[in-house]
């Protein structure tokens, strides 16, 4: 049983290698295409990857949550700080995307799941918090292309996908704790003291502490012993192995504690922003020739490094997550109602809470359009979906979800894979034009 899933894997990694140039200049998102050849490859067409969603979610869950910690991470990295950490200009569209917007979505989405599909209060609130937070592993066309990049649309998706994929969490032990799966205390007291407030400060300072540390015990490393060189793939992933494990065991949110360690070795780097040379000016270091040009030791290296690193490995889990979710669906775990919420959610519940969340923002109403159609659904909902069948979530409710969650993370795949280039193109060629009169 093993040869054919090694022959999978290896056709499909050597047709990355061979083939993955020719995918980014399709118009369209490489993840679109892994769909399709996990549709291919499943039990509806070739047969070759089979997979048993309630038999396999623990492993399904594993999966899922290493694909997100590493995007995670790798947000984080990218997102270059102020030196006020969450300056109001930079990070207040981010803040409203991630909180006001999802919680929105969360109500409309349950709300929608009750009156027209019928399902439980609880379970509606536990489908709303699945698919409420946007995706950062498969929303890397419309993310921030380096650390300087300061576009309002790319800079707010990026941010809000890193920070909602937390923030979803505590809304998904509501909806279990309404079906009996998770204890909320009574009167909810211990929801919102501990699973709200504790998970939600503890996480992200866990995550900025270890950051941090790692951070500047590389470097002091580097300088004073000459040492601590090389091997960056294994610091960023220790990095995020230590700042989740550390956090899950505070029962504080591991997502939230990921990001925040990629945040907090960014902002080692922003400190030393007087190692860049003079003639470098405002470049994306991470991505440019200049990078050579400082010494070893410095903390760009030591970034960008860890950054080039983990953008690879990061590709390898959204392969995976992908395929596996093509496969489910040729297996046939998917629904017109499922389709319906889509629908519903990209064209209705997705807009509703971008606006109603930017009230009063200086964004403008065409950012805002563009931000409420790219509300991507994907890996974290997967992840959250084999959450909660660990859980003890009973087998009916599985199998009335289960096709939902896929169906729309699918449907939002096809439909943003599709517009993503033309989108952002037109959107970059507007702001060119735009800037172009002051420069």
Known sequence: MTAPWFIVIGLVLCTMALLGSIVDRLPLSSALVYLVIGVVLGPGVAGWLRIDPIEDAGLLEMLFL????????????????????????LWGLPMRLAM?????????????ARLVLHLDWGVAVVLGAMLAPTDPVLASDIQVRHEDDRDN???GLSAEGGLNDATASPFVLLGLGLIGLHDLGTGGWRWIAVDVVWSVIAGFGIGWLCGLAIGAIVLT?????DSAYGLEEFLGLGLIALSYGLADAAHALGFLAVLAAGLAMRKIETRSLKDR?????????SESRERADLPPESPTHMV???????QRFESIGEVSAVLILGALLSAGYYNLDGALLAVVLFVVIRPVSVFLATIGSKTTRRHKRLIAWFGIRGVGSLYYLA???????????????????????????????????PLMESHERRSRRKAAPGQ
């Open 100 to 112: 006001p917007a999802m919680m929105v979505t969360i109500a409309l989405v349950a709300i929608f």
């Open 153 to 155: 649309v790319r800079f």
């Open 277 to 285: 040379p003079a003639d470098v000016g405002d470049k994306p270091l």
């Open 387 to 421: 959450f909660v069948i660990e859980q003890g979530m009973s087998l009916p409710f599985v199998e009335r979800v289960m096709p939902l969650v896929l169906t729309v993370a699918a449907l939002s795949i096809v439909a943003h894979g599709v517009s993503a280039t």
């Open 304 to 310: 960008g490094d860890v950054l080039d690193f983990n």
């Open 66 to 89: 290493v694909a997100v910690l590493v995007s995670l991470f790798t947000v984080g990295l990218k997102l270059r700080t102020p030196s006020s950490l969450f300056s109001r200009r």
């Open 221 to 225: 490393m580097r300088k004073r012993f």
